[in-house]
């Protein structure tokens, strides 16, 4: 089975721009997760989709959105980037909807916002 | 709110030594209990996890690991490492029910250096 996959793996974009990241879970996983990574704040939570349903936000402000579509593909869409915006941000699919299954994460997008 | 504490940012340890990485949880509620690691320029990799049952959990990679309900701790251990198991490694929890039980908490981390 193909594991998760990003794209692309890394972006440059400036300040006021927007972007557009997507992630490819794997096959019968229904459920994608988000998560940001920075040195400083480390591994935050962004987002949970499950079957086309935002499910669950974190604490990031409404810049910050996505989606999922009916093959579970999911996209998240940063608009007037920041240059705080700059981290690598990781997709996880997993196979149940409740807690506690592994999730699978691809290799992350590293965005860097000048 | 759950919250994790890995008590060291760095670890270096040489070659076939033991090590222990130490994380410590918060949480007002039950919680699944996991370990990641990170290799440079990768996505994190599940090294083990508990959600119940026997206390000491073994993992990939030789790893395990002991849940410590009086102590709020889940540290991991290895009792010989090599070079390759050089990364970052990363604590996490997940409430076990009600909403968001999927979304996962991590601590900061812990740079785990293997000097030959």
């Known amino acids: 089975k193909a594991g998760v996959t990003q794209t692309p793996r890394y972006l440059i974009k400036t300040r006021g721009q927007q972007v557009t990241l997507s992630c490819s879970p794997i096959s019968g996983h229904r459920s994608v997760s988000w998560y940001q990574q920075t040195p400083g704040q480390g591994l935050q939570f962004l987002f949970e989709y499950f079957s086309e349903t935002q499910r669950n936000k974190g604490n990031f402000p409404g810049r910050f959105s996505g989606r999922q579509f009916s093959n579970s593909r999911s996209e998240m869409n940063v608009s007037t980037l920041e240059l705080g915006d700059s981290a690598l941000y990781l997709c996880?699919?997993?196979?149940?909807?409740?807690?506690?299954?592994?999730?699978?994460f691809g290799p992350g997008t590293r965005l860097t916002v000048l | 709110a759950q919250s994790v504490t890995q008590l060291d940012s760095q670890v270096p340890v040489f070659e076939e030594a033991p090590v222990e990485l130490r994380c410590n949880y918060s949480?007002?509620?039950?919680?699944?209990l996991f370990w990641y690691v990170q290799y440079p320029n990768q996505g994190l990799q599940l090294l083990l996890k508990y959600l119940s049952g026997s206390t000491l959990v073994k993992g990939i990679n030789g790893f395990e690991a002991e849940f410590n309900k009086s102590q709020t701790s889940f540290h991991l251990r290895k009792p010989s490492v090599h070079i390759s198991d050089t990364a970052e490694y990363f604590c996490a929890v997940s409430r076990t029910r009600g909403g968001s039980n999927y979304k996962l908490t991590f601590g900061k981390g812990t740079l785990l250096t293997v000097n030959p």
């Open positions: 949480s007002s509620v039950s919680v699944y």
């Open positions: 996880a699919s997993s196979a149940t909807s409740g807690g506690g299954g592994e999730q699978f």
